[in-house]
């Protein structure tokens, strides 16, 4: 059964450093996401992309967040300047043309 | 309250029993989902309720929606021991993101 993957399974950053979050979604989904979960909270929408753009993005997705799709398999998220409160699991997620997101297994990032 | 709190936060049961768990919302929804998320996981999709069903069954999971209350419930039969792991119900308002509850933590005893 295709499913979403996430790598690293598991980055550690130095504050201030540049990290990239690599997703695979499922291969004929159109409609892409990111989440994050911080330790111990709920689940939080961060952005949504179809169509090669974003489509929605949430108040935590300010400039030092930024998505891509590189080429036709990828979906990446981009953190600048990571700072010691962006330390949370972060979960790609893709969707077809139905209402179900499909999640990927997250990455684990921890700032240092 | 925040858009789909799930209740109780933690319930703890023997194997074998069913395990309910509810969520409530607070704005009209296109649909509902649970997820299932093991410890430090990532999510699993169990069900997908639309807003113009009323019960939807998968295995041994029986999802209820009632619009009315703004609430549904995600029933959980004869639970096994790989049962144990957060669920949360997330819900879809028609606007492209899903907002997900806090969850109900679920620990299946032996």
């Known amino acids: 059964e295709p499913e979403v993957t996430q790598t690293p399974s598991h980055q550690v950053t130095q504050m201030g450093q540049e990290v990239i979050l690599r997703c695979v979604p499922i291969?004929?989904?159109?409609?892409f996401y990111w989440y994050r979960q911080i330790l111990g909270q709920k689940v939080e929408f961060l952005v949504s992309?179809?169509?090669?753009?974003?489509?929605?993005k949430s108040e935590i997705f300010d400039d030092q967040f930024s998505v891509e799709r590189p080429d036709g398999s990828n979906f990446t998220l981009k953190i600048r300047s990571t700072k010691l409160e962006d330390s949370a699991m972060y979960f790609c997620?893709?969707?077809?043309?139905?209402?179900?997101?499909?999640f990927g297994p997250g990455t684990r990032l921890t700032v240092l | 309250s925040q858009q789909g709190e799930e209740d109780p936060q933690a319930l703890s049961i023997q194997e074998g029993e069913n395990a309910t768990m509810n969520c409530s919302y607070k704005?009209?929804?296109?649909?509902l989902q649970w997820y299932r998320q093991n410890s430090g996981r990532g999510l699993v999709h169990l069900i997908l309720?639309?807003?113009?069903?009323r019960e939807k069954h998968s295995g041994r999971l029986r999802v209820t929606l009632d619009t009315s209350k703004k609430s549904s419930s995600l029933l959980i039969t004869a639970s096994r021991a790989a049962d144990t792991a957060s669920y949360f119900c997330?819900?879809?308002?028609?606007?492209?993101?899903?907002?997900f509850g806090k969850g109900t933590r679920l620990h299946i005893l032996p």
């Open positions: 997620a893709s969707r077809g043309n139905g209402d179900t997101q499909y």
């Open positions: 291969s004929n989904h159109l409609y």
């Open positions: 992309f179809y169509n090669n753009e974003i489509s929605e």
């Open positions: 704005t009209s929804i296109n649909n």
């Open positions: 309720i639309r807003s113009n069903e």
């Open positions: 997330a819900t879809d308002m028609r606007d492209d993101k899903i907002i």
